[in-house]
């Protein structure tokens, strides 16, 4: 769902039906997962015991009412794309998973570079972050040259909290959904022609793995699999590291 918001086009109107009439154009346009997706696109994980700062946490398959042998995935990356004119050939990196450092639901945007970069090929690139929970609010990242002589380049951010307007409520992510219901609002709501559109994409990945080999462990208190950086690795990227505190400071709070 949030794959798609990021991925629609405008609606026509600011109406419930216009907005997830846009969200199922997205959906039904994501690339069919095959073969070669699924063995090189995709990470399933499950998490393992570990001590986290001082606190020993049990792997899924020691948990009260798990299966020894459960091959349950508590963890997902994904490169997948989305065909159609705006977005083809654009990857979408999504992850998920349980057991991780932090918290967080966010947006990372990067901006294509130009062909030709003024402040040469280590200049900072210029990234869009949109923080859904917790700490909502948005981070811009750019490449600002640097005072003095010559023409390097250094990242700078600007930073907008939504907790900065004092006369507005946050909601948490329940009471958004218990009031939108209340008020029949059905905006945040899956449609269901949304919902198979959905279970068309993922259910190869479920066909997939029940292959012994595509379930990769990882320690608790960690960002997923090793796997899942590779995956960025080969196309020259990196995960993002976040804090529940968006603006990045010299204290990061888990």
Same mark, same amino acid.
């Given at each position: 769902?949030?794959?798609?918001?990021?991925?629609?086009?405008?609606?026509?109107?600011?109406?419930? +039906?216009?907005?997830?009439?846009?969200?199922?154009?997205?959906?039904?346009?994501?690339?069919?997962?095959?073969?070669?997706?699924?063995?090189?696109?995709?990470?399933?994980?499950?998490?393992?015991?570990?001590?986290?700062?001082?606190?020993?946490?049990?792997?899924?398959?020691?948990?009260?009412?798990?299966?020894?042998?459960?091959?349950?995935?508590?963890?997902?990356?994904?490169? !997948?794309?989305?065909?159609?004119?705006?977005?083809?050939?654009?990857?979408?990196?999504?992850?998920?998973?349980?057991?991780?450092?932090?918290?967080?639901?966010?947006?990372?945007?990067?901006?294509?570079?130009?062909?030709?970069?003024?402040?040469?090929?280590?200049?900072?690139?210029?990234?869009?972050?949109?923080?859904?929970?917790?700490?909502?609010?948005?981070?811009?990242?750019?490449?600002?040259?640097?005072?003095? !002589?010559?023409?390097?380049?250094?990242?700078?951010?600007?930073?907008?909290?939504?907790?900065?307007?004092?006369?507005?409520?946050?909601?948490?992510?329940?009471?958004? #959904? #218990?009031?939108?219901? #209340?008020?029949?609002?059905?905006?945040?709501?899956?449609?269901?022609?949304?919902?198979? !559109?959905?279970?068309?994409?993922?259910?190869?990945?479920? +066909?997939?793995?029940? +292959?012994?080999?595509?379930?990769?462990?990882?320690?608790?208190?960690?960002?997923?699999?090793?796997?899942?950086?590779? #995956?960025?690795?080969?196309?020259?990227?990196?995960?993002?590291?976040?804090?529940?505190?968006?603006?990045?400071? +010299?204290?990061?709070?888990?």
């Amino acid at each position: 769902q949030v794959l798609a918001m990021v991925g629609m086009e405008p609606p026509a109107q600011i109406n419930a +039906d216009s907005i997830r009439d846009e969200v199922v154009k997205v959906l039904q346009c994501l690339k069919p997962l095959e073969e070669d997706d699924l063995r090189n696109n995709l990470v399933l994980g499950q998490y393992t015991e570990s001590d986290v700062r001082g606190q020993h946490l049990l792997g899924y398959r020691e948990e009260p009412g798990v299966a020894e042998d459960s091959r349950t995935e508590t963890y997902v990356g994904l490169k !997948a794309y989305i065909n159609n004119w705006r977005w083809n050939g654009v990857p979408f990196y999504v992850r998920t998973g349980k057991r991780l450092p932090t918290r967080v639901t966010e947006v990372v945007i990067h901006f294509k570079s130009t062909p030709h970069p003024v402040f040469g090929q280590n200049a900072p690139e210029n990234k869009l972050i949109i923080r859904i929970q917790p700490d909502e609010g948005i981070q811009m990242s750019f490449g600002l040259k640097e005072p003095g !002589a010559g023409f390097k380049a250094k990242e700078v951010k600007m930073n907008f909290h939504y907790a900065d307007l004092q006369e507005t409520q946050m909601l948490t992510a329940y009471e958004r #959904l #218990l009031l939108d219901a #209340l008020n029949g609002d059905a905006t945040l709501f899956a449609r269901s022609d949304a919902v198979e !559109a959905c279970w068309k994409y993922v259910q190869p990945i479920l +066909d997939f793995k029940q +292959d012994p080999q595509a379930l990769f462990g990882y320690a608790c208190g960690t960002w997923g699999p090793k796997e899942s950086n590779d #995956l960025l690795q080969r196309d020259g990227r990196a995960w993002r590291y976040p804090c529940k505190n968006l603006t990045d400071t +010299d204290y990061c709070e888990l």
